[in-house]
């Protein structure tokens, strides 16, 4: 395989991790739509737009803001090419978290919004990280050398470690643990979600090691401390997991 993957248009060609990123998008919402058509939802149609805007311009903002800080040498060039070029899922996702919040703080919603979407965000997690190890060297997705076996050459002769394939692997075992237990047991009201976001935040933190990022003095990247912002928000998580699942009556 020669990467990165495109395919032919004329003299063009269009790149298929642009594919695979609007599909996530668009796969994901219509399985949201699809499963909020087969379970009750106390949300209102309306109220759930007006949480979805909110969650956007959160994931929008914290993307670009934590991406920006991504590589702190890099900051004396900034421009608004610099800041559109990066983004980052980790602070997206905790961007999106912050902006649900208030926005369901502003409309009086009290309960979660976030379970109806956990397969939808894993569906569309999957779907954009194919479309991450498509994009070889492009994407900065890939990770640090390796001689291991299954290491992949992205198209400059240095084998590397895969991790846009290691977090599909994570996705879909997490999917999987997730629906067994569902089956087996009860989630407390937006456990599901909490469970999904501070289990990606645990991984992230820990595949960050075998990347390419920039560390400080101190052996973590700007990633790995907003993981850990993220995990000590969602602390009760790990310390109190009995109260998040519980046998059906």
Known sequence: MHFPVNIPLGKSFLPVHFICETLAYFVGYRYY???????????SLENRLVI??????????GSHLVGIFENPV??????????MGNKTIVGGMLGGLIGVELTKKKIGVTVSSGDLMVY?????????????????????????????SWAIDFGDGI???????????????????LRTAERKR?????????IFLSSYLVFRFAIE?????YFFSFGLSVIQLVCIAGILYYYKVFVYPSKLIKPYA
């Open 186 to 194: 009860r989630f407390a009201d937006g456990a599901k979600f909490k």
């Open 209 to 213: 090691f075998i990347k390419p990022d």
């Open 33 to 43: 739509t699809y499963l909020r058509k087969h379970n009750k939802d106390l949300i």
């Open 74 to 83: 890099l900051l004396p060039n900034f421009n608004l090419t610099y800041l």
């Open 52 to 61: 979805f805007i909110g969650a956007a311009i959160g994931a929008l903002v």
């Open 159 to 177: 084998r590397r470690h895969p991790t846009n394939l290691y977090e599909i692997v994570f996705w879909v075992l997490l999917w999987i643990l």
């Open 120 to 148: 939808p965000l894993i569906l569309a997690m999957i779907i954009g990280r194919i479309g991450c190890f498509l994009a070889g060297l492009e994407d900065g997705t890939y990770g640090v050398a390796s001689n291991l």
